[in-house]
T-cell receptor
Framework: GAVVSQHPSRVICKSGTSVKIECRSL??????MFWYRQFPKQSLMLMAT?????????EQGVEKDKFLINHASLTLSTLTVTSAHPEDSSFYIC?????????????FGQGTRLTVV | GEDVEQSLFLSVREGDSSVINCTYT??????LYWYKQEPGAGLQLLTY?????DMKQDQRLTVLLNKKDKHLSLRIADTQTGDSAIYFC?????????FGAGTTVTVRA
């Protein structure tokens, strides 16, 4: 299957700093990428949908100024957690889909474990 | 997601079959999915079923779909220790995926 690479896999940052997470589709063009957040022993919560070249669509309750999403190309989307706080510590996972081609499968990155201290 | 419900835990003996059940709410989902997540890792698509099918078999995996009851199940035959993981079912009424809370499958010797 297609590969989605997420980087970094783990990051520890201090409170108040910003952290950028990258999501790349390596062998296909992802017109749409999705960012999820997963709390321990819980399901994945969709945070936002990012479309190449346009503004991301955020789910209800997700602060768009806190979680900045950029989808500048068909192979790269970034999530920046701004002014991070300990409660932002979580597992963040991206996925990518070739929606325009009606592809049924969403390919997931390996996830980023963010710890804010 | 609250629209997709799964039991949280399943313990099974090595070599037995595992059955994970899921109920969903959106009848417009064209596809329904099963994903596997190993500790500290992302999600791996195991299999999916088109909504007009009632069964799909793929090697050790069998998916059953009861569209009337909005019930989906995943059967893993001859469960192995490598099958220990969290299994998520997901519906997709549009291009977004809505996941259940995940079923933690523990395989005991």
């Amino acid at each position: 299957g297609a590969v989605v690479s997420q980087h970094p896999s783990r990051v520890i940052c201090k409170s108040g700093t910003s952290v950028k997470i990258e999501c790349r589709s390596l062998d296909f063009q992802a017109t749409t990428m999705f960012w999820y957040r997963q709390f321990p022993k819980q399901s994945l919560m969709l945070m936002a949908t990012s479309n190449e070249g346009s503004k991301a669509t955020y789910e209800q309750g997700v602060e768009k100024d806190k979680f900045l999403i950029n989808h500048a190309s068909l192979t790269l989307s970034t999530l920046t957690v701004t002014s991070a706080h300990p409660e932002d510590s979580s597992f963040y996972i991206c996925s990518a889909r070739e929606v325009d081609r009606g592809n049924t499968e969403a390919f997931f990155g390996q996830g980023t474990r963010l710890t804010v201290v | 997601g609250e629209d997709v419900e799964q039991s949280l835990f399943l313990s099974v003996r090595e070599g037995d079959s595992s059955v994970i059940n899921c109920t969903y709410t959106d009848s417009s989902s064209t596809y329904l999915y099963w994903y596997k997540q190993e500790p500290g890792a992302g999600l791996q698509l195991l299999t999916y079923i088109f909504s007009n099918m009632d069964m799909k078999q793929d090697q050790r995996l069998t998916v059953l779909l009861n569209k009337k009851d909005k019930h989906l199940s995943l059967r893993i035959a001859d469960t192995q220790t490598g099958d220990s993981a969290i299994y998520f079912c997901a519906e997709s009424p549009d291009y977004k995926l809505s996941f259940g809370a995940g079923t933690t499958v523990t395989v005991r010797a």
